[in-house]
């Protein structure tokens, strides 16, 4: 069975730092491209980062471009994403998730969340 | 940056109606699109992609159609887990973008 565990979210001052973990099990994580999407309280979906399989290369929205750093760990089926100097308005769930294309694709399998609460 | 506009924001309706959520795309993006049904606590489900294409698991139910800038989610004969909310998704291009959401609520 495919399966996302998503970990590492907190409650973290504004202009701090945080590491979130996505383990995953039941496939070859290393033939996909992985990425992260957030859903603030209450709101819809924002797409966060995107990696490829050999994760040579990433993809990040103006939103978080410079702050956010999404890689990855192939020898230990696990994706990260470092979140920088952050802000109020990147409190959210964050999930993370398959991508069914090389990199810009859709997502067919999700992790259950993780929250991030950016708060003093 | 593609812009998506789904249509309506919330729809009400009964168990067995058949509903239709649109989705439009401010430019084209050819098929390259995907339905999500998220319920409350939940993560996003996958239901469609390449705007038609029925993922494995997900109800017959649920059938997509429309290309270019102009998509629709039709699901036929409303089910109790059917009340949620409905995400588009396009991938034609980087920044991946989706639409608000539509809410599905019991009438």
């Known amino acids: 069975e495919v399966q996302l565990l998503e970990s590492g979210g907190g409650l973290v001052q504004p202009g701090g730092s945080l590491r979130l973990s996505c383990s995953a099990s039941?496939?070859?994580?290393?033939?996909?491209?992985m990425g992260w999407v957030r859903q603030a309280p209450g709101k819809g979906l924002e797409w966060v980062s995107t990696i490829n399989p050999s994760g040579d290369r990433t993809y990040n929205p103006d939103s978080v471009k410079g702050r956010f750093t999404i890689s990855r760990d192939n020898s230990e089926n696990t994706l990260f994403l470092q979140m920088n100097t952050l802000r109020g308005e990147d409190t959210a769930i964050y999930y993370c998730?398959?991508?069914?294309?090389?990199?810009?694709?859709?997502?067919?399998?999700w992790g259950q969340g993780t929250l991030v609460i950016v708060s003093s | 940056d593609i812009q998506m506009t789904q249509s309506p924001s919330t729809l009400s309706a009964s168990v067995g109606d058949t509903v239709t959520i649109t989705c439009r795309a401010s430019?084209?993006?050819?098929?390259?699109l995907a339905w999500y049904q998220q319920k409350p606590g939940k993560a996003p489900e996958l239901l469609i992609s390449d705007a038609s294409s029925e993922t494995n698991g997900a109800p017959s139910r649920f059938s997509g159609s429309g290309g270019g800038t102009v998509f629709t989610l039709t699901i036929s004969g409303l089910q109790p887990g059917d009340f949620a909310t409905y995400y588009c998704?396009?991938?034609?291009?980087?920044?991946?973008?989706f639409g608000q959401g539509t809410r599905l609520d019991i009438k």
């Open positions: 998704q396009q991938y034609n291009s980087f920044p991946i973008t």
């Open positions: 430019h084209y993006i050819s098929k390259w």
């Open positions: 039941g496939f070859n994580f290393g033939s996909y491209a």
């Open positions: 998730g398959r991508v069914l294309a090389a990199t810009v694709g859709w997502l067919d399998t």
